[in-house]
């Protein structure tokens, strides 16, 4: 492992959760630090291929994150309450464009939608050209959350090799808004035996999430 790099981000990220919430205290600023630099000096040593397809593994990734975590303290006794997080609403995704975490990867976590990012980070990272975004988004090819005035974000689950998931405009072209239609892909669904619509959409089963899409509509549920 890079101990250099993982010593660098976790200062950062330990300024980051500062700025973020003065409220925080040190050992979850320490803790959350030396966590994101182990986990950032690990990602860099993956092949290039590898690390762009651990990008689209978000929820996998989140879960075996948590799992993690509360594995690692489940035997430590808690002597007081925690500190209730502070999280952000809909209304606004991402703190995209202020300093804090989104400075240091470029890209965001959001309490709802998981990883967003935006156009720079997308064409640095993945290859992904501001037309290309541009012309997907003009028609509904791709996921994009208002974040603030004219700017957008995109949820980096819903891209598979540089492209978005096939099937997502139909889903699109299913919903209302691209809010209600992100929400229900990222979520496990009854209609497909507990699996995920985005997962099986990077998968090209486009057939069976369509038709859980339209159940789901046509019921309310």
């Known amino acids: 492992m890079n101990h250099n790099l993982a010593s660098f981000v976790a200062a950062a990220v330990e300024r980051a959760l500062v700025e973020y919430d003065h409220g925080l ?117 791709v996921i994009a959350l208002r974040s603030g005035g004219r700017k957008h974000v995109f949820p980096l689950a819903q891209f598979v090799d540089g492209r978005p998931a096939t099937g997502i405009v139909d889903v699109l072209n299913l919903f209302s808004n691209q809010r209600l239609a992100w929400l229900w892909l990222i979520r496990p669904n009854s209609e497909l035996d507990g699996q995920i619509p985005i997962e099986l959409l990077k998968q090209e089963l486009r057939d069976a999430v369509i038709e859980a899409a339209q159940a789901h509509l046509a019921t309310g549920e």
Do not use: C
């Open 25 to 141: 205290r040190k050992p979850a600023i320490e803790a959350g630090g030396l966590v994101a630099g182990m986990v950032a000096a690990a990602v860099s040593e993956l092949a290039l291929d590898q690390q762009i397809h651990l990008a689209t593994r978000v929820s996998e990734i989140e879960g075996a994150v948590a799992e993690l975590v509360t594995r690692l303290t489940a035997d430590v006794p808690v002597r007081s309450h925690r500190k209730a997080a502070s999280s952000p609403t809909t209304a606004t995704l991402s703190p995209v464009g202020r300093r804090g975490i989104a400075d240091l990867s470029g890209q965001v976590t959001t309490n709802w939608a998981g990883p967003v990012a935006g156009p720079t980070f997308l064409e640095r990272t993945f290859g992904i050209s501001r037309s290309s975004l541009n012309r997907w988004q003009r028609r509904n090819y």
